[in-house]
């Protein structure tokens, strides 16, 4: 394992405690009917908590973008979902919404409108990456080409080859921070109550794709 691998999963291990630690007391105050200046602060900080998960992973996309990209760090359930290094943006509406109570038709509209942005912007990237794939497909075959491949053309095809897989962070990263943008948006659409609920119906979905893991790992194993 890469060093900035085995840092990053030390980092993200700390960050899923620390959310979870996060979670109970959300849900608590929720359950307790906090005001609405309690449950303020309790959304500012699960943003906070998501916002540094992000930093997280850019510094390790820029150590090495593809253990990340691999969705190596992340549970087997949890890799089922995973798009350019982590979830769709667009699939947050699918878990938050039902667990949000009475929207008004002014939050639908704007939450439909966000949603359809997300999706166009998740096509976008992912159009990116399949021209990108494409492109070094054909960089790299073309280096095969002859019977007797020039030392210095192979070397010139490889160079273009290793600047054109330097690009694969930068898609990752416009993933990453469409899937951030998404949160902060949807956010700010909701009212207070409305958002620690979203942001509780996240975190429990998460830790239901953890439990589901551990579950499959401690399954009866068949005999061959």
């Known amino acids: 394992m890469w060093a900035g691998a085995a840092v990053f999963d030390m980092d993200y291990g700390t960050w899923v405690k620390d959310f979870h630690r996060y979670t109970c007391e959300l849900r608590a105050a929720l359950r307790a009917h906090d005001p609405d200046n309690k449950l303020r602060l309790l959304v500012e900080v699960g943003l906070a908590h998501y916002d540094e998960y992000f930093r997280l992973k850019a510094v390790a996309a820029s150590t090495d973008v593809f253990q990340l990209i691999s969705g190596i760090w992340l549970t087997p359930a949890e890799r089922c979902f995973i798009w350019m290094g982590g979830s769709r943006p667009s699939e947050l509406y699918k878990i938050m919404i039902p667990q949000i109570e009475t929207l008004t038709e002014e939050q639908l509209l704007r939450i439909c409108n966000l949603e359809e942005s997300s999706r166009q912007a998740e096509d976008a990237i992912s159009q990116g ?66 958002s620690a609920q979203a942001l509780l119906a996240l975190s429990d979905y998460r830790t239901r794709l953890r439990a589901l893991s551990s579950m499959w790992s401690a399954r009866p194993q068949g005999r061959g």
């Not at 053309?153 to 943008?181: C, H, I, P």
């Open 129 to 194: 990456m399949e021209v990108l794939q494409q492109s070094l497909a054909d960089t790299v075959a073309a280096s095969l080409l002859g019977s007797s491949p020039n030392v210095a053309d192979y070397m010139g095809q490889m160079a273009m080859a290793l600047r054109k897989l330097g690009t694969v962070e930068s898609f990752v990263q416009q993933a990453d921070n469409l899937r951030q943008q998404t949160l902060h948006q949807m956010t700010a659409i909701l009212t207070i109550h409305q």
